[in-house]
C-alpha cells in the first residue's frame, strides 16, 4: 500500500491554472505551483469517500461533469471548496479498492485507503515537513506532548532530501509518543505570492 492514493492529470489535456494574478506572483511561482495534481489521497471513512484535492480553480467545470466511479460503480459526487483545497465526497457503504474518474475521453483511477488505524480517540499532532532536523522534530513532538497532550503524530515528510524516513522515525519514537506514523509525498509543495497572498 503507498502512503497516498494521488491522481496526477497526466494524459488529460487539463491543467490546473492559478487564480492568483501574475502581478502577485513572485519569480518561481510556476516552478512551484502545482498545476498536475487532481487529488492528493482518497480515504474512506464512514460510508463516504473523500478526494482531498488542491483547489480546483478553473478545473471545477469540468470535474462538475465528469463521471465518479468506486469499485467501478457510478456514484455522484459532492463537492466543497474551501480556500485552499476542494474536497470530492463520494457515498459508498464499504471501503471500495479504487475510485476513477472520466472526463471527455481520459479515466484516471487510484486506490482508496481506510481509516488508519491507532488514531481514533487521540490528540494527534499533524504536519507537513521538508529537511527538518530529526533533533528538532524530537524537541518539537515533546514540546506539544506536554503542553498540548498530544499522544499521537501523523508526519508527512514532503522529499525531503537531507533525512530519511528512518530518521523521521526513530526521533518520533525517541519521545515515547504512543502512536507515531511516517507518510511520504513528493507532491509540490506550493508557491508563495507578494502581498496579500504571501
Known amino acids: 500500500m503507498t502512503d497516498f492514493a494521488t491522481l496526477a492529470l497526466d494524459g488529460s489535456g487539463l491543467e490546473r491554472q492559478p487564480r492568483v494574478k501574475e502581478s502577485f506572483w513572485e519569480d518561481d511561482y510556476l516552478e512551484r505551483f502545482d498545476a498536475r495534481t487532481l487529488w492528493l489521497d482518497a480515504v474512506w471513512r464512514d460510508g463516504v469517500v473523500r478526494l482531498i484535492c488542491p483547489r480546483l480553480n478553473n478545473l471545477a467545470p469540468a470535474l462538475r461533469g465528469a463521471r465518479f466511479a468506486l469499485d467501478g460503480r457510478a456514484v455522484r459526487a459532492r463537492f466543497r471548496t474551501y480556500d485552499r483545497h476542494t474536497v470530492i465526497s463520494l457515498p459508498f457503504a464499504r471501503c ?3 475510485v476513477s474518474v472520466e472526463v471527455g475521453g481520459w479515466r484516471g483511477e487510484s486506490a482508496v485507503h481506510g481509516p488508519e488505524a491507532g488514531f481514533a480517540g487521540r490528540n494527534v499532532l499533524v504536519t507537513l515537513s521538508k529537511d ?8 518539537w513532538v515533546r514540546f506539544h506532548m506536554i503542553h498540548h497532550g498530544a499522544d499521537a503524530v501523523l508526519f508527512v515528510d514532503n522529499g525531503s532530501a537531507e533525512y530519511g524516513r528512518a530518521a523521521v522515525q526513530a526521533a518520533l519514537e525517541a519521545t515515547g ?5 511516517v507518510l511520504s509525498t513528493s507532491v509540490p509543495y506550493g508557491p508563495r505570492g507578494r502581498k496579500p497572498y504571501a
Open 177 to 181: 509518543v504512543p502512536v507515531a506514523r
Open 132 to 139: 527538518n532536523d530529526p533533533a528538532w522534530i524530537e524537541d
Open 96 to 98: 471500495p479498492a479504487a
